[in-house]
């Protein structure tokens, strides 16, 4: 097939998506080994400042109190659960995109040392702020 056949760019472009998804969907649904596992990972942005990081995870439906962030040399760490609301516990469901249960995320970032100046809940999102020491 002639790279300019309509069929053959259609069918690498639905191939890429589907790789794409299966990527994605290893991503966030991950199978737990043991129950007290992480089953999940957030999705993140990392924004870098020159004194400063930027970490801002999106985290819907958890409460700030819930919410465990720890910094060990360049790695953050934030974990806690998003708990499925009782009322929708019996409740059949239709669809499901947004994951619930426990869920960790480690964020690797350039060797250097910091300190975590602060971190809030903010529209649906952590926000963690760390300064970077020289």
Known sequence: MSSRDPKAWMWAEACGLLE???????????????????????PADIFETDDEYWILIALPGVLPSAMEVTLSGNIVHVRAERPLPESLRRAAVQRMEIPYGRFERIIELPASQLELRAREALHGCLVVQLHKLF
């Open 20 to 42: 794409r998804a299966e990527r994605l969907h290893r991503q966030f649904f991950r199978i737990p080994h043991a129950a007290a596992e992480a089953a999940w990972e957030p």
